[in-house]
Every structure is written in C-alpha cells, then in structure tokens.
C-alpha cells in the first residue's frame, strides 16, 4: 500500500472512531436526557399523590373532651385543633388513619365510650376512633371521641372514615386462626378469648377456627384446606407451633407451585399470637410478648419479610424453620424433654445445669458458605432482586470453608432470636430479611468459660469476644458428625472427663438438634440453606426485647 493510501485509511479510520465517539456521547446525552424526563415525570406524580392525599376530605366542628375542636381529615392525616378565642392559631393534633383500627358511631349516653366498642342503639352523639398507640414496643388500643349532635353529620364522618379505612390493602378481612390449647400452660384458648378475639371482632375481621389436637394437625389442615379464601393465617400457641405452621406454609406453596425441590415464598402472612415459655420468633417481630400487640400489628397489617432456613438430611427435607443448635442447645432440650412432667421454666433449667455439667464437645466438620453481600450492617435492608441471585445451590463446592474440630456448641440463626431471656437475641449479628443467618460455632473450652460465654447473652454484648467463638454471616452450612452417640446412652454414662473426649459412636443412634425449640434426632450430616424472605410475618424489625426476666440458674 501506498503511503497516501495508508494516510486515507488512517484518516478514515480516525473519522470512525470520532463518528462513533459522537454517536456514544449524543446516545449518552439522549439517555441521560430521558432519564431526567422519567425523573421529572415521577416527581409531577409523587407531587399530584402529595396534593391529592392532602386535599381536605372532610372538615367539620367536634367536641373533643369539653372543648369545640376544627377537626380535618385528609387522606393521611386527621388533624384537630381547639377553637379558643385567646388563642385562634392554637397547636393542632395529629392522628394518622393507618393506627386507626376502626371507627364507630357513639350513641346513646356515650355508651360506646364506657365500654370501649362501637355501640347499636341510641341517637347518634358522635365518632369514635379506634386506635393504636405506641408505648415503647408496645401496641394499645386507644380510642377518640369526635362529639357532634347532628346525626347526618356524623353519619357522613362515619362512612367517610369507614372507606378510607377499607382502603388499606394490607389489611387482613378474613382468617385462619389455629390454637394449640396444649401450649405451656395451657393458656392459649383463653389468650386467645380474652385478648385476641375482642380486637379481631372490633376490627371486622372475620375468622375460621381450628384449635389443633396433636402434633402435626395443623400442617395436615394447611396441606388440605382452601387457602385462598383467606387473606392470612394466625397461630396461637409457643414456638413449636408456630415452626409448625411456617413449615406447612411453605410446603404448601410448592405443592401448590408444583415445585417439589425449591421452596416456594407462601402468598399468605403469618401472623404470630404468643401463648408459648419462650416465644423467640413473636419476640423477633414484636419487640414484647405480648398478645395484644401481636393482634394489633395484625389488624393494622404491619407486614415484615423473614429470611428461613432448610433443614436437610441424606437429600431429604426435615423441615423449614428459623433456628437450630447442635451440640450444647440440641442436648439440653433432649435432657428438657425427656422431664416433661417438671413445670417448663424448672425443666429448662434443670436441663441445661445438668448439660453443663456433662459438659463435652461434638467432634464434627463443619463447613459454611460466607453470605455473599453482607457488609456487617446489622439491620440492612435489601433490594429483591439481590436475594433472587443468591442462589447457594448455584455455587461450586469452592466457595465452601471447612473445619474439621472439637465444637461444644453450633447455632445457625435466619433471625435474631429475641427473647425476654436474650433482649438483643442469641443471634445478633444477624436480622430478619438480610438474606443470610449468623453462625455461630463455640470450640472446645473450659466449662467456667463456656458458662462466661452463655451467661453475657442476658447483659447485652461481648458473648462473641472469646477466642473459642466463632461467627460468620452464612449462607450455608453442613455439619458433618465424626462420631455418634445415642444421647439416652450419654445419660446413664458416668461423668468422665469430659472436656477432651470426643462422642463415642453407637448404631442406630441419632444426635439431637433444638430446630425452633423442637427436638429433632437426626444420624447423619446436616445440610442447612438459607433462603432470603421465604415468608412473611405480620410484625416489624426490632433490634431488642423488653426483658423482664432474668436466667438464675447459671
Ligand atoms: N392438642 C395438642 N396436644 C399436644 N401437642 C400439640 C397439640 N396441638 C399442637 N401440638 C404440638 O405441640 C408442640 C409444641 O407446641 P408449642 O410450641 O405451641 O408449645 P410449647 O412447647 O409449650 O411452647 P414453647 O415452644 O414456647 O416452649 C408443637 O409441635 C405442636 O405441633
């Protein structure tokens, strides 16, 4: 070639690549030019919803207490402020319609009031406002008296209010109530009659009772029963029901989806009324035990995404649940267990003294997939998309960390685990919907030192700073057992020393494991996989418990 040939085809070269460089930078500027279109687009309708949603529905003179009040009600807000002459501008309340749980007519000599329920009978005196109040973590009920005299007027508050209210979606109209009567003290149905039921009734919710008969009657009624008539599910009863429960959700939403091998995300809520000793998972989402801010948090439709772990042996699924121990927690509850007929808090109690007593470790590997996007926030929330790409089951057996080791204790935690006894939780470094669960594996100690270790759950920190404990934010684990024992076996067995020897193997025999404080005994290697936002429950994050008791055994 030439030489003025070869500048030609340079020159055009460059002519291409600047030609393309244009059409990039113009592409570019269009995209860029687009977006803030879209952007401004978004604003105008964010701005409309704005303006729409503070348009005045209604406006009108109420009698609040002894006062006349210039009461407002847009679609977000009820605002009242009192009608003085000393002070015209006077300072406004606020009431927003989402605490309100309903609202009824006050009739008569404000018999409504004095019983705290919308009244039948009588002339119209008024509104009144069924609401929710916040006192720490706790929800009450609370209720607003709007007074006016003129019937019409109040009629049309009372439908007014009545729509916005049917407008909020979240809100359960009918559900699927089980009650396990045996839980703890045998307390649930009364619970139930006396906290749970009023609020339900107050709030037109309708409901469909099954009070369970035994073990396993309730996922045997979720397997068959008509679930779409329903908009949630409620469990009363401790934490063996509610894993119950989860589990069956679950279950059925793949028998459903026709999918036998991945978990599918049920449609329906949970939503949890604790009647149980511990009530770890309720604490999880309500901050308190207590049953009326569990309802509360149903009726008003507070909805919370929880991340579940699989349980798996030899291939096959043992079940869905929140938590499982292996080791010092799976022993304890064997021990717990086999005393069923000591009082529950003095079972548990004598259980893990005596567990701590034999204290010995498991001989076991164990390995661990590390969740991919933690980033050590405790309480970070998640975009969807982010939980549907972490698939463990996509990963090589590389990305698995082993340890081959003495372990007095294993835990695998999907939520924080609060509780009355553990106000920050046994778990946390971990929270409800971050996709993955907190391991936390205890090697072999002294007993004084394991005990230190125990009894700092109860304060509030430093459970972890102990060169013996591990934790990882995971999203798998297998733990393979070296040796086995059967555990009744261990019971009868002299005290040796314990601190050293690992478990000697036995046939047929099966290592406990505490999964939701339920006692499964599982032989072979355990294979746990986190699934992110598997199922919802009617409640909201909490970072701690109220607690109101203290452990005095250890
Ligand atoms: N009528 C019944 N009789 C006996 N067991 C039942 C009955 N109904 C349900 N169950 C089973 O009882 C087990 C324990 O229930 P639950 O967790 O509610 O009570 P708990 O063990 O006393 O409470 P906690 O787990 O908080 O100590 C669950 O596995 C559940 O399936």
């Given amino acids: 070639m030439s030489e003025p040939?070869?500048?030609?085809?340079?020159?055009?070269?460059?002519?291409?690549k600047k030609k393309k460089k244009k059409e990039k930078r113009?592409?570019?500027?269009?995209?860029?030019?687009?977006?803030?279109?879209?952007?401004?687009?978004?604003?105008?309708?964010?701005?409309e919803e704005e303006e729409r949603s503070e348009c005045v529905v209604l406006r009108g003179i109420f009698k609040l207490g002894k006062k006349s009040h210039d009461v407002l009600l847009t679609r977000t807000r009820l605002t009242w402020i009192p009608i003085t002459p000393e002070t015209p501008t006077g300072e406004p309340c606020v009431l927003q319609p989402g605490v309100v749980l309903t609202a009824g007519r006050v009739r008569g000599e404000g018999e409504a009031a004095a019983s705290g329920r919308p009244a039948v009978g009588g002339a119209v005196l008024g509104v009144a406002l069924f609401c929710c109040r916040r006192r720490g973590r706790r929800l009450e009920e609370d209720t607003l008296h709007l007074h006016n005299a003129s019937a019409e007027h109040t009629q049309t508050w009372y439908n007014t209010l009545k729509e916005l209210l049917a407008g909020f979606s979240s809100r359960p109209r009918y559900l699927k109530v089980f009650i396990n009567p045996s839980s703890h003290k045998k307390e649930a149905v009364h619970i139930y009659r006396e906290h749970v039921a009023p609020l339900f009734k107050m709030a037109d919710i309708r409901i469909d009772i099954t009070v369970t008969e035994r073990k396993g009657h309730a996922l045997s009624v979720m397997k068959e029963c008509k679930l779409d008539e329903?908009?949630?599910?409620?469990?009363v009863g401790g934490d063996g029901s509610v894993a119950e429960l989860c589990h069956a959700l679950v279950l059925r939403a793949q028998l459903d989806a026709d999918s036998p091998e991945k978990p599918v995300k049920p449609v329906l809520p949970l939503g949890i009324i604790p009647a149980g000793s511990t009530d770890v998972v309720s604490c999880s989402v309500h901050g308190v035990r207590d049953p009326v801010t569990a309802t509360l948090h149903i009726v008003l439709g507070h909805l919370q995404q929880v991340d579940m772990c699989s349980f798996l042996s030899q291939g096959q699924l043992v079940r869905f649940g929140f938590s499982a121990m292996f080791g010092f927690g799976g022993r304890s509850l064997a021990r717990a267990e086999k005393k069923r007929w000591m009082p529950s808090s003095r079972r548990r109690e004598y259980a893990l003294v005596k567990t701590l007593a034999r204290l010995r470790p498991e001989d076991c590997q164990l390995?661990?997939?590390?969740?991919?996007?933690?980033?050590?926030?405790?309480?970070?929330?998640?975009?969807?998309?982010q939980d549907v790409k972490q698939d463990p089951e996509s990963e090589g057996e590389?990305?698995?960390?082993?340890?081959?080791?003495?372990?007095?204790?294993?835990?695998?935690?999907?939520?924080?685990?609060?509780?009355?006894?553990?106000?920050?939780?046994?778990?946390?470094?971990?929270?409800?919907?971050?996709?993955?669960?907190?391991?936390?594996?205890?090697?072999?100690?002294?007993?004084?030192?394991?005990?230190?270790?125990l009894k700092r759950y109860s304060s509030s920190s430093g459970q972890f700073s102990f060169s013996f404990v591990e934790t990882h934010a995971v999203s798998a684990v297998r733990i393979r057992p070296s040796s086995l024992i059967n555990w009744s076996e261990e019971e009868s067995e002299e005290e040796g020393d314990s601190k050293t020897t690992p478990i000697i193997q036995s046939e047929g025999a099966a290592f406990p494991w505490n999964i939701d404080g339920e006692l499964v005994e599982i032989a072979n290697e355990v294979l746990v996989r986190v699934h992110p936002r598997l199922i919802t429950l009617y409640g909201e994050e909490v970072d701690e418990a109220e607690s109101t008791v203290s452990c005095s055994c250890i």
């Fill in 398 to 453: 590389e990305s698995w960390t082993t340890n081959q080791g003495l372990y007095l204790s294993i835990s695998i935690m999907s939520i924080p685990c609060l509780s009355p006894h553990a106000p920050r939780g046994l778990a946390p470094n971990t929270s409800l919907a971050n996709g993955s669960a907190a391991l936390i594996a205890v090697g072999n100690t002294s007993r004084s030192e394991f005990i230190k270790h």
């Fill in 5 to 16: 040939e070869e500048d030609l085809q340079e020159e055009q070269r460059d002519s291409t």
């Fill in 230 to 235: 329903y908009d949630g599910v409620v469990c």
């Fill in 367 to 385: 390995s661990f997939q590390p969740a991919k996007t933690s980033t050590g926030n405790l309480f970070e929330h998640r975009d969807e998309d």
């Fill in 26 to 47: 113009s592409g570019k500027k269009k995209k860029q030019k687009e977006e803030r279109e879209q952007e401004e687009a978004q604003q105008q309708v964010d701005e």
